[in-house]
């Protein structure tokens, strides 16, 4: 029987270690090596704004994309980028090294 209410500490350490065991998001499995790849390489959040919904829109969007082309029998990668923003970064960096 399903709990009436939702309790993420009793069942999301569970079903992520199942999927870290089944290797379930590693891109270059050996059963999907004549398989079409995809990509999405995601930009971080940039220091010089603060975080909102549209940040957690796009993160959800590009992670049900990967989802749906995995079970499409695709070899996906979501991969991590780096700062797009570089010098923005850097000007917030040592502005708050100077305040302090």
């Known amino acids: 029987m399903i709990?009436?209410?939702y309790q993420p500490s009793e069942v999301?350490?569970?079903i992520a270690q199942a999927w870290e065991?089944?290797?379930?998001?590693k891109a270059g499995r050996p059963e999907r090596s004549g398989a079409e790849t995809y990509a999405i390489v995601i930009p971080p959040p940039n220091v010089t704004g603060s975080l909102h919904m549209g940040h957690a829109l796009n993160n959800t969007l590009q992670d049900v994309l990967c989802r749906f082309e995995r079970m499409?029998?695709?070899d996906v990668l979501w991969q991590p980028g780096t700062d797009h923003a570089g010098i923005a970064t850097q000007m917030?960096?040592?502005?708050?090294?100077m305040e302090r």
Request: aromatic share 4%; charged share 40%.
């Open 3 to 5: 709990d009436k209410t």
């Open 21 to 25: 065991q089944a290797q379930a998001f």
């Open 12 to 14: 999301e350490g569970r």
């Open 72 to 74: 499409r029998g695709k």
């Open 92 to 97: 917030v960096v040592e502005r708050q090294m």
